[in-house]
């Protein structure tokens, strides 16, 4: 597996879980034990997710020691809106049944954001955070909440799949040594990205499958990559991406099948 490095020196292994729409209950302990058990040591969920419990669980019975897991979870609108930050942020903890988080997002750029980063910054000095960072942020986003902040955000966790690159976001965040991860890397089940011809040929040429090929391209060009699944044998594979690489001119062809489409809202436009 391997990790970046945040700017504060977390490390982060650049493979992670992703839980958003797995059930509380069996559906996500289980999830998090076969990934645990495949070799993933980074769980991404959230409070708005409704399944961190569950994820707590997961942790507690796969036998992996809490300190060699990296967990994200994240604070949901309505309580950056109402100024509970830091009341979701115990409940968070309490529910995952730990006293600290590896990184923690705001997760959405909503009113009371600055509010809510103060708490951030706090919590992260008291060593209840290990690193902190924003989830769907574009650039003006961040560009405003450099006006306020007084430790910068080391991550910020965006929309990205071969439909939706997002590579100039990317860059962006890179020259500012922010590290990136990217939901929905798989189209999120919500367009036919893993049937896409393209990927289709790169699959059989690496005798790999599409989403091994899609989550590779991810690794080459140094973000985080959050697959969800819930199924044993797709959290395996998802994870078997460390023996190929793609070629600069594969990595560009997948690069050529951006079409700027999103799957989920834009955080300039979103009613939640
Ligand atoms: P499931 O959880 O039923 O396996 P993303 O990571 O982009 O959010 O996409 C996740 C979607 O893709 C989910 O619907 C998930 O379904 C499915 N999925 C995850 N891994 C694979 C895979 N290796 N092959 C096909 N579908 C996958």
Redesign the pocket.
């Known amino acids: 597996m391997t990790e970046l490095t945040l700017y504060n020196g977390v490390k982060i292994p650049q493979v992670g879980l ?1 839980v ?3 059930e509380n209950g069996k559906e996500t302990s289980q ?1 998090v034990k076969w990934a645990l058990e495949a070799g993933y040591r980074h769980i991404d969920t959230a409070t708005v997710y409704k399944n961190e419990e569950s994820v707590g669980v997961g942790i507690k019975e796969s036998g992996v020691k809490r300190e060699d897991i990296f967990l994200t979870t994240k604070v949901w609108n309505t309580d950056i809106r109402q100024g509970r930050t830091r009341e979701a942020f115990e409940e968070s903890l309490r529910l995952l049944g730990t006293d600290y988080v590896d990184l923690y997002l705001i997760h959405w750029p909503v009113e009371g954001r600055e509010a809510a980063w103060r708490v951030l910054e706090d919590e992260y000095r008291k060593g209840r955070i290990r690193a902190i960072g924003v989830s769907n942020f574009h650039r003006h986003h961040l560009e405003e909440l450099d006006q306020v902040a007084e430790i910068a955000p080391m991550v910020d966790q965006i929309e990205a ?1 071969p439909y939706f690159s997002n590579q100039e976001l990317i860059d962006y965040c890179h020259s500012r040594k922010m590290a990136v991860e990217v ?8 367009v036919d ?2 049937g896409d011809e393209t990927l289709l040929k790169l699959a059989d040429k690496y005798q790999k ?4 090929i899609v989550i590779r391209w991810d690794i080459q060009r140094g973000v985080v990559v ?6 044993e ?3 395996r ?2 994870l078997d991406v460390f023996d190929f690489e793609l070629t600069a001119e594969d990595m560009a062809l997948i690069h050529s099948m951006n079409r700027n489409k999103r ?1 989920g809202s834009d955080p300039d436009n979103f009613k939640f």
């Open positions: 992703g958003f729409r797995a999830a799949h939901w929905s890397p798989l189209g999120g089940g919500r990205l893993l499958t599409p989403a091994q959050l697959p969800k699944s819930v199924h044998e797709r959290i594979s998802n799957v």
